[in-house]
């Protein structure tokens, strides 16, 4: 039986640097008589031939040996563009000490940046997008696993703008504040759903004596800053630097359509940021803060 193709199985065959020149010579086109121009053996040559035909990276065809689909998407994709980006090895590390520096204005860094990656001519693959890293969320189920993940490792503070309800999500939430977190939260949920209303019959009839003192701290603590408005789509910032944002379905604007998410992208995360202020202004604060905070 064929061992099967994995990542680690490719990686591995072309982490040998000579498996690795006879796939380049094979992008190009090599003749099985070729002198390879090394200190291998023809049965060494040979072996490492054999692994890159049995992993579908290369194929004889017209009498010379050639990459095959896979092959080719891989040179270029993959050893092309390292062996690129490494000739601008020192350019990508002033990248990463610039991106620590907090004594350095947000927009200057993204600036600098800029001017850094076309200098180094590696415009056509590199952008800031892959510089914070960042993933597609395509159904609501997933979005629900994105949010989760990284409310896990938000320590200092949230941002949240939502017009969904996932109770495993709220709960995570709510405990974050408990533990510390400052959560600045727009609600956009109809009323009859809004959180004010679930806060509410939690404290009215309480599921069980942890719930209700989680809720009923929650509501007192001046980490919770809760308020109400209209939004058009869900975003959510943690610590200032990873962001989530939805996109609307243009077909139908009250259903989940799309999501992306940075991890590392402070400049971002500051737009969205100012962008919840704005919508803040003009949010109410429901009743139930209102009535518990002024006793």
């Known amino acids: 039986?064929?061992?099967?193709?994995?990542?680690?199985?490719?990686?591995?065959?072309?982490?040998?640097?000579?498996?690795?020149?006879?796939?380049?010579?094979?992008?190009?086109g090599l003749k099985p008589s070729a002198n390879y121009g090394t200190k291998l053996s023809k049965k060494q040559f040979y072996v490492r031939l054999a692994r890159l035909r049995d992993a579908g990276l290369i194929e004889k065809r017209d009498g010379f040996y050639r990459t095959t689909t896979l092959g080719s998407i891989v040179f270029n994709g993959h050893i092309k563009t390292v062996e690129e980006v490494l000739g601008n090895y020192w350019k990508l590390k002033a990248i990463d000490v610039l991106k620590s520096r907090q004594d350095f204005p947000l927009s200057q860094k993204e600036s600098v940046i800029n001017e850094i990656i076309d200098s180094s001519g590696l415009r056509s693959i590199v952008n800031s997008t892959h510089l914070s890293g960042f993933s597609v969320i395509k159904d609501y189920n997933h979005l629900v696993i994105e949010v989760t993940k990284l409310?896990?490792?938000?320590?200092?503070?949230?941002?949240?703008?939502?017009?969904?309800?996932?109770?495993?999500?709220?709960?995570?939430?709510?405990?974050?504040?408990?533990d510390g977190v400052t959560l600045h939260m727009i609600d956009s949920l109809p009323e009859q759903i809004s959180v004010e209303n679930r806060l509410n019959a939690v404290l009215r009839v309480p599921p069980d004596k942890?719930?209700?003192?989680?809720?009923?701290?929650?509501?007192?603590?001046?980490?919770?800053?809760?308020?109400?408005?209209?939004?058009?789509?869900?975003?959510?910032?943690?610590?200032?630097?990873?962001?989530?944002?939805?996109?609307t379905n243009n077909t139908n604007p009250e259903q989940f359509g799309m999501s992306i998410s940075h991890y590392d992208d402070p400049y971002l995360a500051q737009r969205f940021i100012s962008y919840f202020n704005l919508i803040a202004k003009d949010a109410t604060v429901p009743k139930l803060l209102q009535t518990i905070r002024n006793k």
């Open 1 to 28: 039986m064929q061992e099967a193709v994995t990542p680690e199985r490719l990686f591995s065959i072309l982490a040998d640097r000579h498996s690795l020149s006879i796939m380049k010579l094979a992008y190009s």
């Open 151 to 178: 409310l896990e490792i938000a320590q200092k503070e949230v941002h949240l703008a939502t017009r969904y309800h996932d109770p495993h999500f709220a709960k995570l939430l709510y405990k974050k504040v408990a």
């Open 210 to 247: 942890e719930t209700f003192d989680l809720v009923n701290n929650l509501v007192k603590s001046p980490r919770f800053d809760l308020r109400r408005a209209q939004i058009s789509a869900s975003f959510m910032i943690v610590d200032g630097v990873s962001v989530c944002y939805e996109t």
